[in-house]
């Protein structure tokens, strides 16, 4: 209740303002011209990265655009992905992967593009209690006695063969199909010698377990901690606050952070149906400016700004669970085993290195594991990899909104990537777990690269 009468008055109040300003607001964003669509639903899911959406929201970004905007949580990233396709919604937080695999035909075809990175890192592996217990014997201790990081995936061979012998699936959980999660699981499992398995969606199989040493399932994030905890998996991939909730309830130990296994990966983009960006241009460039001045709020002055954050997260109607469990991971640290708390300064980046800008090397990556895994199932010239990244990571849209934001004075040039440069490669990432090099001018070189995984004219 409280919420509803919140934006209700947030709303009368913006409305008498922006009727008694209008012509200041329109003067002061002369290059960019009133929304075509000023009433916006937006939906996201329950989790930390969909900061900037709720700071938005809260600190008065979107109204400033003369945006009056709902934000809805979805069920799952299927649900939202339709909802978005039909109009239901305008936009939403998505996967990185989700425009991409739309736009190719994986799962449900339509064409969705991107123009804003909501964020870096995030994620974690969280296996259960039992699975801990056996990998911790692989595992040296550091100086302090705790488990060495990054813990590689081996230490969970023993685990699977037991499970194997047994005449049993060893079973983990994954968000979507063309999630980052699904991606960088794979990506930790194969690069420990343990095979995930692939797609062959030319024979109708969509499972990801053929040849699987490792059966990876769906699973909604809000969901993961109880499905461990019931044993229908036994461990996960999943974005915050959902891998510190395992070790609240004390039914689970995260063993390793995306950051450990790829620094500064990207994670979740805001998404809109092409059709939608071309009928409301104006629309498009007001919800950027909103979104891009949300994220640099949420990292200036070092993170001053992360414990109203947190407050805010914690909300039923956004991510809804206790704010010491989303502070945890929002606020520089991460605790794996119950009072092991390490600092991880750049676990969620939402604007710093250059985070909200859509790279077309990351878009690249994306495409080069779903080539790797089957979901792309046959093989395709580095071109169409160059074009599609080109087609759905709308940079030039992005720069459009920065440089009315610089024109204005809300931010200033060095707060961006130099726009009279190629900004082809995300800079400032560190070097991936299994330490092969991403080549993103050559993903087939790099796709082949790999011990695991299709190559060449391989089908699965």
């Known amino acids: 209740m409280y ?56 600190q008065g970004f979107f109204m400033d655009e003369g945006l009056f905007v709902e934000l809805e949580a979805q069920a799952n990233w299927k649900v939202l992905l339709d909802r978005v396709i039909t109009g239901e919604l305008d936009g939403a937080h998505m996967l990185a992967g989700q425009p991409l695999g739309a736009s190719i035909g994986y799962g449900t075809r339509a064409d969705i593009i991107t123009a804003f990175s909501m964020d870096l890192n995030g994620n974690a592996i969280t296996v259960s209690n ?26 969970l061979k023993p685990v699977v063969d037991a499970a194997r012998e047994k005449g049993e699936r060893f079973r983990m959980g994954m968000v979507f199909p063309v999630s980052t999660h699904n991606y960088e699981l794979r990506y930790w499992l194969a690069a420990g010698g343990l095979n995930p398995g692939f797609y062959a969606p030319q024979r109708g199989d969509t499972s990801g377990t053929l040849e699987a040493d490792v059966h990876l399932s769906v699973t909604p994030p809000p969901q993961m901690p109880a499905t461990m905890e019931a044993g229908t998996i036994q461990g996960y991939c999943v974005g915050e606050p959902w891998n510190q909730q395992a070790v609240f309830m004390g039914i689970g130990v995260p063993v390793i952070t995306d950051y450990e296994i790829w620094p500064n990966n990207p994670e979740k983009v805001f998404g809109v149906t092409r059709q939608w960006a071309e009928d409301y241009p104006n629309t498009h460039l007001r919800l950027l400016r909103a979104l891009i001045r949300a994220a640099h709020w949420l990292d200036e002055n070092n993170n001053a700004n992360r414990e109203e954050a947190v407050s805010i997260l914690a909300r039923p109607s956004y991510v809804g669970a206790d704010e010491a469990v989303i502070a945890n991971s ?31 090397s990351d878009a690249i990556w994306y495409l080069s594991q779903m080539r790797r895994w089957g979901q792309i199932p046959e093989a395709k010239p580095d071109s169409w990899y160059m074009e599609t990244a080109a087609r759905v990571y709308r940079a030039d ?26 900004n082809f490669q995300r800079p400032h990432q560190g070097e991936l777990i299994d330490g092969v090099a991403f080549t993103p001018r050559t993903p087939n070189a790099y796709i082949d690269s790999f011990e695991i995984g299709l190559k060449g004219s391989q089908t699965p």
């Open 3 to 58: 919420t509803l009468i919140h934006r209700t008055a947030r709303r009368l109040c913006s409305l008498l303002l922006l009727t008694s300003l209008w012509g200041t607001t329109a003067l002061v964003h002369a290059e960019v011209g009133p929304a075509e669509k000023p009433d916006l639903k937006l939906g996201f899911i329950k989790l930390t990265d969909m900061a900037p959406l709720a700071v938005a929201w809260e």
């Open 330 to 360: 929002m606020t520089g640290t991460f605790e794996y085993e119950k009072g092991d708390v390490r600092k991880v300064p750049d676990f969620n980046v939402f604007f710093r290195y250059n985070a909200t800008y859509p790279y077309p």
């Open 397 to 422: 849209i992005y720069e459009q909104a920065a440089r009315s934001l610089i024109a204005d004075g809300t931010l200033k040039a060095s707060d961006f990537p130099d726009f009279e440069a190629e």
């Open 130 to 155: 039992e699975v801990w217990e056996t990998m911790r014997k692989q595992i040296p201790a550091n100086a302090e006695g705790k488990p060495q990081h990054p813990i590689s995936a081996s230490a």
